[in-house]
């Protein structure tokens, strides 16, 4: 059972001592993590190109990829990656909500310009050389794609790096109706959850170890933010597991488990799917 409290643009400097905080916390995880060849073989099968399409979305002068699964004419929802790009975790994530009754269309901004990292090192290094007003303004204009290709509403979601944008989009990008974001909060000078415009449901791992991005404590700070913001929202904590926990497939915990996280998260990810659900039926049917 999870624990639950429930109810229904900053300085680059300051960014830059944010990010350098999250990367010496990280430093504690295993970095072996590289993709083996047979391990990549496994990566691209997991990534249902099939059923996935590559669109490109343009934005002010810039063009960026993104990649589009599920129903025409469906709620939209955009899914936001983890510091390791667009890699086959996160597609499995959008084939999934896509799949998610009634029917929803999920959207990947493809916020790294096609770099996916293959180890925490390169993660890192990706996170850190991150534009993150310029990520905002992606998912604006996916937001944007979204609503003028069928989706009455729109919510918007991510995981990690991915959490943190969902919660600064909450805040930042007009046009979305709902937020869930998993285990990552955005530093005060990218956005306040006191200013969201939006209901939001959050998720974090009780085991976390990401200090002040998405520990217990930062966990708590948020909840006490949401509670003064006057909008709907949720915050679940989930006992003894770590971060990352909504990475089930077999992929995934290979490379949980090669940065030292152990846990067993297959039942906190389900309820946490069930209450994701719930949440965005709740508030993008039409």
Known sequence: MSLSISRQPGSTHKMAVFLKTLIISSKSLKPRTH????????????????????????????????????????????????????????????????????????LIPDLYRGKVGLDVAEAQHLMDGLDWPGAVKDIQASVNWLKANGSQKVGVTGYCMGGALTIASSVLVPGIDAGVAFYGVPPPELADPTNTKVP????????????????????????EKLKASGKPYEVHVY??????????????????????????????????????KSWMNRYLSA
């Open 35 to 106: 993709l083996s060849p047979s391990f990549a073989r496994l990566q691209v099968r997991s990534m249902a190109t099939s059923e996935i399409n590559k669109i490109q979305i343009q934005r002010d002068d810039i063009t960026f990829d993104a990649y589009v699964v599920g129903k025409e004419d469906a709620p939209g929802i955009v899914v936001i990656q983890e510091w390791w790009g667009v890699d086959f975790e996160i597609k499995n994530h959008a084939l999934k909500i896509s799949q998610i009754e009634p029917g929803y269309k999920a």
């Open 200 to 223: 939001i449901q959050a998720h974090f791992g009780e085991l976390d170890n990401f200090v002040g991005f998405s520990d217990i404590k930062t966990a708590k700070a948020l909840e």
């Open 239 to 276: 006992p003894g597991v770590t971060h990352a926990f909504m990475n089930t497939s077999p992929e995934g915990i290979a490379r949980r488990k090669g940065m030292g996280m152990a846990d067993d998260n297959q039942a906190a990810a389900e309820l946490a799917w069930s209450r994701f």
